[in-house]
Every structure is written in structure tokens, then in C-alpha cells.
């Protein structure tokens, strides 16, 4: 091949790589407008004050409807979900709230990839600490009584993993402030033993009315377990195998797990 023929070959290159960039800025662009467009029979949203407390009859969600307000914690009443709903201006990707205090799982911008937060809002939305995420966000959970925070996100990187999934679980207290980056710091007893394995995963925190007990997915070893968790003593217990994404009811009377 001549050196001619070698400069035509990467000009080429060049071009045809420029064309496929332009057309995937031009498709996200486009993406990105048909995402802030309302669509035609979706639900009347207009922007308003949302708070975590006051209305007992209201339901605060994150909401999907395409338009202006797409993610923003919306609000409707619980009689009427089809009805018009108040939109604030804080946008999550995943959120939960108790008794006054939320988390909000949200992404963070940035030229060359987005990186992920966890937000501690109070009852009027407003923030009032935040902490990095490892990863995607993928669940969100505060205690009954708004003390504590939980947030799961899947993570790379774990040579461990394979092909397979990992994740990471916090816990947060939101009164002092003092984070939990991972579950895998508490003590694990397995078949009453401690039991330690780099592959040990963790995510779906649900919390109990006590502010000391907690309920999540423990994953090791291909094995899915049910696990009991205490705050004051940073100990996790297995109960029960193939179970997995725990749920408390606010009262904690009722529970739902699901089969692996």
C-alpha cells in the first residue's frame, strides 16, 4: 500500500468517525428534547411547593411522565392518581422518605461521565448533607422514624464478579452523620459463625420501627440469603436462604421478600 493510498484510507477513517459521533450527539439531542416535551394524555403538571409532611392524603413519587418536570418529586392526591399533580424542582433516580427525612439517589453531570449522589433532604426538600455513590443507584430506603438512610447501587470493577452483578450498601445516620459505606463492614454470622468471602454482596436494606434492627439481601457463593441486621452492634445474621429484596411495612407488622 502506498503512502497515498494509507492517507486516503485514514482520511476516510476520519470521516466516517465524525459522522457517527455528530449522528449520536444528534440522536441524544434529540432524546434530550422529546424527554423535556409533555406528551399528549399525560397527567396536568405544574411546578409547586412539596413537602414530606403536612397532607396525610397525598402521595409523593418521583415521576415518569415525559415533560419539563420528568424526575422531579411530584406529589398527587392518594384519592385521585390520575389527577393533576405539583412538581418540585428535585430531580432523583431513586427515592424514599419517613417521618419528615428522604433520600434521594441522583446523578451528577459531568463532561465525560456522570457519577452518582445520595442527597438527605429534610421536610421541605431542602438538602442537608450528601455522600458519593459508588455507582448506579438502584434502591433507597429511610427508617420509620427518618433516623436512618439506606441506598443500594451496582458497582464494576470487583475482580471477584465475573459476568455477574455487584453492589453496594450504605446506611447513613442522619442525625450525626456517620456513614456505613458498606454492609461488608459489619460482621457476618453464617450457620451460627462468622463467615468472611470476598464475594459477599449486599443491597435491599429495609429498616425496623426501633432504629436498631434492619433487614437486607445478602449474596455469596451463588446463594441468596435473608439476613437480620443490628446497627449497635454492626453484626448481620443469616435467617433464611434463596430470599431476597426484604420490604417492612411502615408499622412493621407485615413483610415481603422474594424468592431468588
Request: glycine residues 10%.
Given at each position: 500500500m502506498t503512502l497515498r493510498t494509507r492517507i486516503l484510507v485514514l482520511i476516510s477513517a476520519l470521516v466516517v468517525l465524525a459522522g457517527v459521533a455528530t449522528a449520536s450527539v444528534l440522536h441524544a439531542s434529540a432524546r434530550a428534547d422529546q424527554r423535556d416535551r409533555a406528551q399528549p394524555g399525560g397527567p396536568r403538571i405544574t411546578a409547586?411547593?412539596?413537602?414530606?409532611?403536612g397532607d396525610s392524603g397525598r402521595l409523593i413519587f418521583r415521576n415518569m411522565a415525559w415533560g419539563p418536570h420528568r424526575d422531579e418529586l411530584t406529589t398527587v392526591q392518594a384519592s385521585d392518581p390520575a389527577g393533576p399533580r405539583t412538581a418540585s424542582t428535585v430531580k432523583c433516580l431513586r427515592f424514599h422518605a419517613a417521618s419528615g427525612t428522604g433520600v434521594c439517589l441522583r446523578a451528577v453531570?459531568?463532561?465525560?461521565?456522570d457519577t452518582y449522589r445520595a442527597v438527605v433532604l429534610d421536610a421541605h426538600l431542602h438538602e442537608t448533607a450528601h455522600y458519593d455513590v459508588p455507582g448506579i443507584p438502584s434502591r433507597a430506603r429511610v427508617s420509620p422514624s427518618g433516623r436512618f438512610a439506606a441506598w443500594t447501587a451496582f458497582v464494576g470493577g470487583d475482580s471477584y464478579a465475573g459476568t455477574n452483578f455487584s453492589t453496594r450498601a450504605a446506611i447513613v445516620d442522619t442525625r450525626t452523620g456517620k456513614l456505613t459505606p458498606s454492609l461488608e463492614a459489619y460482621r457476618i454470622v453464617k450457620d451460627g459463625r462468622t463467615y468472611r468471602a470476598a464475594d459477599v454482596n449486599f443491597w435491599g436494606v429495609t429498616?425496623?420501627?426501633?432504629d436498631r434492627a434492619f433487614y437486607a439481601t445478602l449474596a455469596t457463593r451463588g446463594r441468596t440469603y435473608l439476613v437480620r441486621g443490628d446497627l449497635h452492634t454492626r453484626t448481620v445474621t443469616?435467617?433464611?436462604t434463596n430470599v431476597e429484596c426484604p420490604s417492612l411495612s411502615p408499622t412493621a407488622r407485615t413483610?415481603?421478600?422474594r424468592s431468588a
Open positions: 409547586g411547593t412539596v413537602a414530606l409532611t453531570h459531568g463532561t465525560v461521565q429498616f425496623a420501627a426501633d443469616t435467617l433464611h413483610s415481603r421478600t
